[in-house]
């Protein structure tokens, strides 16, 4: 498994952006899918965004596409989710996910997970 740290989460107000950060440490993220999930308090964990290992292909809740971006950085080891235009609907904790499975997309498909980031969006 790879060990997952989330930072760059925050209060901010509707309409701001944010960048959530995942930095990977005792093994290269370069050969896994990563993703981001979210779980807002009293719901469950749902998928936000995922990206292949290359960074070429990536996929995005209807909720979150066209105001957040997924991108990666395998030199530095980590993945980023740029989130603009935020709404205190995307109020939740962010967890990033690493899979070494093709195609991974449902939260059982991923075995390391970070502790998660606390993202809230409130004027």
């Known amino acids: 498994q790879v060990q997952l740290v989330e930072s760059g989460g925050g209060l901010v107000q509707p309409g701001g952006s944010l960048r959530l950060s995942c930095a990977a440490s005792g093994r290269t993220l370069r050969s896994y899918t990563v993703a981001w999930f979210r779980q807002a308090p009293g719901k469950e964990r749902e998928f936000v965004a995922t990206?292949?290992?290359?960074?070429?292909?990536?996929s995005y809740a209807d909720s979150v596409k066209g105001r957040f971006t997924i991108s990666r950085d395998n030199a530095k080891n980590t993945v980023f989710l740029q989130m603009n235009s935020l709404k205190p609907e995307d109020t939740a904790i962010y967890y990033c996910a690493a899979s070494s499975s093709y195609g991974a997309i449902s939260p059982a498909d991923f075995d390391s997970w970070g502790q998660g980031a606390q993202v809230t969006v409130s004027s």
């Open positions: 990206i292949n290992w290359s960074g070429i292909s990536t």
